[in-house]
């Protein structure tokens, strides 16, 4: 068990998937890049964050492009062969991951509380 104080460390937002395409080298990651809305502290730029998911034997990088899921933000970066992870989509755990989405829309950068 965590408590609520643990729970509030974790800063989980909705981030929209631009692009996403297989590595070469695995045949379970996809390379996602994923726009998390305006800069806070730079007015009019958009951050934007490279995230490595063991998706790829269950989606399609062109179905992914335009979705909206919820990642954890402040995830520290974990090196992955070459690449950088810069997060982590959340997915529900059906028989194999299952991508979560609002059923309204949001902005990306939204924060789930």
Known sequence: ??????????????GKIVSAEKLEDSNKLLKLQVDFGADEGKPGQIVQRQILAGIAKFYE?????????PFVFNL???KM???ESQGMILCADGSGPV?????KDVMPG???K
């Open 1 to 14: 068990m965590i408590t609520i104080e643990d729970f509030k460390k974790i800063d989980i937002r909705i």
């Open 61 to 69: 990088p062109e179905a992914l492009i335009g979705k909206l899921c």
């Open 76 to 78: 520290e970066a974990k």
């Open 81 to 83: 062969g070459e690449l």
């Open 99 to 103: 991508l979560l989405n609002p059923d």
């Open 110 to 112: 939204s924060v789930i």
